[in-house]
Nanobody
């Protein structure tokens, strides 16, 4: 079992920045691939970023590439999402997820989710 708790969401103006955190407990965090997804109202949950267990491989959705950075610290068992140059289109509930059972871009292949944190970007 893995427990995930996100934090760091909030209201920010367009062009601003936020850093999300996801604290993990349970299974050995350092062995887990971790991802961030987001879900806007009325839309399907979409992949944002992934980092492998060692941090040596990071993948981003085209919509966030160059603006978002995923990182992890296996000491405090935390994964981060630094979000810069935010736009209103980034408004969504952001979720972290652990241990995909296949294609890490497919939210249906994750068993472990946090509760989500709201990010709202005003224009």
């Amino acid at each position: 079992q893995v427990q995930l708790v996100e934090s760091g969401g909030g209201l920010v103006q367009a062009g601003g920045s936020l850093r999300l955190s996801c604290a993990a407990s349970g299974r050995t965090f350092s062995s887990l691939g971790m991802s961030w997804f987001r879900q806007a109202p009325g839309k399907e949950r979409e992949f944002a970023a992934m980092i492998n267990w060692s941090g040596s491989n990071r993948v981003y959705a085209d919509s966030v590439k160059g603006r978002f950075t995923i990182s992890r610290d296996n000491g405090p068992n935390t994964v981060y999402l630094q979000m810069n140059s935010l736009t209103p289109e980034d408004t969504a509930v952001y979720y972290c997820a652990a241990a995909p059972r296949g294609d890490y871009r497919d939210y249906r292949l994750y068993d472990y989710w946090g509760q989500g944190t709201q990010v709202t970007v005003s224009s």
